[in-house]
């Protein structure tokens, strides 16, 4: 199974978990926190990401979940 990027999306009044290119919702609950803690759940197990919208759809946050391949570069040492 490919590692699917998981992203929380307005559904309506609802949020919707979708894998990257699904045109099915893997889940829709009542807000964005739990479509948020499925969507951690799913890519944690996949080793993906979560890509999380705002409620007009535009992209607000992004969280990996496991090997990234260009990682973010320590500025503090």
Same mark, same amino acid.
């Given at each position: 199974?490919?590692?699917?990027?998981?992203?929380?999306?307005? =559904?309506? &009044?609802?949020?919707? *978990?979708?894998?990257?290119? #699904?045109? /099915?919702?893997?889940?829709?609950?009542?807000?964005?926190? $739990?479509?948020?803690?499925?969507?951690?759940?799913?890519?944690? =197990?996949? &080793?993906?990401?979560? *890509?999380?919208?705002?409620? #007009?759809? /535009?992209?607000?946050?992004?969280?990996?979940?496991?090997? $990234?391949?260009?990682?973010?570069?320590?500025?503090?040492?």
């Amino acid at each position: 199974m490919a590692n699917k990027n998981q992203h929380v999306v307005p =559904n309506g &009044k609802d949020w919707a *978990v979708k894998g990257e290119g #699904n045109s /099915k919702a893997t889940r829709i609950v009542a807000s964005q926190a $739990d479509a948020i803690k499925i969507a951690r759940d799913i890519a944690i =197990n996949q &080793k993906s990401e979560v *890509v999380i919208h705002r409620p #007009n759809g /535009k992209i607000r946050d992004k969280d990996s979940y496991g090997n $990234d391949p260009v990682p973010p570069k320590d500025n503090k040492h």
